[in-house]
């Protein structure tokens, strides 16, 4: 059951053996020995190196000191990858051959537009199935994140009321269970961020809503359903509250994986949305690798999304940087390609049933699990327990912690000791002790059913040996980080050099 033993693997440097060879590179021709050499002569001569300092290692060293690195990570392809909010599913590898296909990988951004008249018709109908799928007008491909996609939002927000001549609505009002990056988005273009309460039942609570609107008001910032994994009922009533005060809502579209093709923002009542496509629409997307967070408009927001748009003629397809209310340009060229070749080809390979089953089975699953769930002492749902969740649940460690000291974090970094990855922690904040899971569509139910046993073990511990939970993981590479130190650019180690020279500082393993 367990994946590895600890160990440090060592640096490639420090497995070089003086004189090991892996490849002999092929003799230079004299021809290009001669040219080469020119060049050479009209260097400086203090910007030629003598000899550089790289690893001596035969092929098979460097093969198993990377695969052993590798075996150190965990990812969507080694286990169930839970992580709520995240939606951590698995991507077929169909789309990764076909974003790495020569005609896509090798396109220049600087070609004429007449040699990449394939890939501008691939943005222009990967836009209008955003489209349909969010209920919105017009959808630019062009943020490279949800963040990124929420402070593009935020800057047509602030446009719109700029071009209305009302400049005071400086304000957008977020609830407490929203993401973190609401907030600072809104923070980032300018505005005043109000946050509103959360109700008994974890929706937003209306009273708390029409107190806070006001002539202020440029608009609000939404989930649904929200990060408790909730359907926000009351969502035309706040649409309207919202409209009436004369602001705008922003969906936050990041988790759309629990409703695409059953409901729509844009009927929900929004007029702006971001989607997540790395984590909705296939692509790998742990540890920040290039995703994108395209954003969708009603029609009468279509004026001033960034450019450039992609349009069509009749006869071509062609970038449009002739938009004079635009709020300008958000990214250099037209966003993440790959990632949206793989947006594409996720979108074809499903279709709209399969879009709407994969919603389907992800609901499915977070009840499956909330069911399997409930009676394990200690974990708890709290907010409308008896209400089904959509695409994740927050579970309370509180009452675990209250009995056995045994935290939510120690349940986390316990998972990974079974070879299994660990949640999300203390996120939405108004949970305590919080567990936010995801399975998503792609988990079976022998995997959630694994996931379910192995919680109920470590809560066993939990009230048998606490001790035991508390100083998990044993049997990762690494065990307890310090959070703070290693996060910390003054003792983050960034370089091989650093890592060597604060081995015992940075706390890596046994090393
Ligand atoms: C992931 C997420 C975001 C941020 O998306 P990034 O691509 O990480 O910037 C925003 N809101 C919610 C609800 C999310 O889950």
């Known amino acids: 059951m367990f994946r590895q033993a600890k160990w440090r693997e060592p640096l490639i440097f420090e497995l070089s053996v003086e004189g090991r060879v892996g490849h002999i590179p092929p003799r230079v021709d004299e021809e290009i020995k001669e040219s080469v050499g020119d060049v050479f002569q009209s260097f400086p001569k203090e910007l030629l190196r003598e000899n550089i300092n790289l690893p001596e290692l035969s092929?098979?060293?460097?093969?198993?000191?990377?695969?052993?690195?590798?075996?150190?990570?965990?990812?969507?392809?080694?286990?169930?990858?839970?992580?709520?909010?995240c939606t951590m599913k698995y991507n077929p590898k169909v789309n990764e051959d076909l974003a790495s296909l020569d005609n896509v990988a090798w396109l220049h951004p600087y070609q004429d537009e007449s040699t990449i008249q394939g890939a501008l018709k691939l943005l222009y109908l990967v836009e209008k199935w955003l489209a349909e799928i969010t209920g919105m007008h017009r959808v630019t491909l062009q943020p490279s994140a949800g963040a990124h996609g929420e402070y593009v939002g935020c800057l047509i927000i602030r446009a719109y009321h700029k071009f209305k001549g009302e400049v005071n609505r400086d304000e957008i009002i977020v609830p407490d269970s929203a993401h973190g990056t609401n907030p600072a988005s809104a923070a980032m273009a300018g505005f005043r961020v109000v946050v509103i309460p959360s109700a008994e039942d974890g929706c937003i609570d209306l009273e708390a809503l029409k107190a806070a609107?006001?002539?202020r008001t440029a608009g609000l910032m939404l989930t649904n359903p929200n990060t408790l994994g909730i359907f926000e009922e009351h969502i035309l009533e706040i649409a309207d509250i919202i409209h009436d005060a004369g602001g705008l809502l922003y969906y936050d579209g990041a988790n759309l994986n629990g409703i695409m093709g059953k409901v729509r923002p844009g009927d929900m009542g929004f007029d702006i949305v971001h989607i997540n496509v790395h984590k909705t629409f296939s692509t790998p997307h742990g540890g920040g690798g290039p995703g994108a967070g395209p954003v969708g408009v009603v029609d009468f927001l279509e004026k001033f999304l960034p450019i450039p748009t992609v349009e069509f003629d009749g006869k071509r397809y062609y970038l449009d940087y002739n938009r004079p209310y635009s709020i300008g340009k958000v990214r250099s060229f037209y966003g993440n390609f790959a990632v949206l070749v793989k947006t594409a080809a996720y979108i074809l390979s499903m279709g709209s049933r399969g879009l709407r089953e994969a919603a389907e089975l992800s609901v499915l699953n977070t009840n499956y699990f909330i069911k399997k769930i409930s009676n394990v002492k200690g974990l708890s749902l709290p907010f409308s327990h008896n209400k089904p969740r959509k695409h994740e649940c927050v579970l309370s460690a509180s009452k675990l912690f209250k009995d056995t000291g045994v935290r939510a974090l120690d349940v986390a970094k316990m998972l990974l000791d079974y070879g299994l990855h660990a949640p999300t922690m203390y996120f939405p904040l108004i949970v305590k002790e919080a567990l936010m899971i995801e399975f998503t569509d792609t988990e079976s139910k022998e995997n959630i059913d694994r996931y379910v046993d192995v919680l109920r073990e470590i809560v066993r511990d939990a009230y048998e040996n606490p001790d035991k939970v508390k100083s998990a993981p044993v049997n990762t590479a690494v065990g307890r980080l310090d959070d703070v130190k290693a996060s910390h650019p003054r003792t983050m180690c960034l370089s091989w050099r650093m890592y060597r020279k604060r081995l015992l500082e940075c706390s890596v393993g046994e090393g």
Not at 80 to 85: A, I, Q, R, T
């Open 213 to 215: 609107v006001s002539s």
């Open 59 to 85: 092929e098979v060293d460097v093969a198993r000191h990377f695969i052993r690195l590798s075996e150190m990570n965990y990812g969507v392809d080694s286990g169930p990858y839970p992580l709520g909010s």
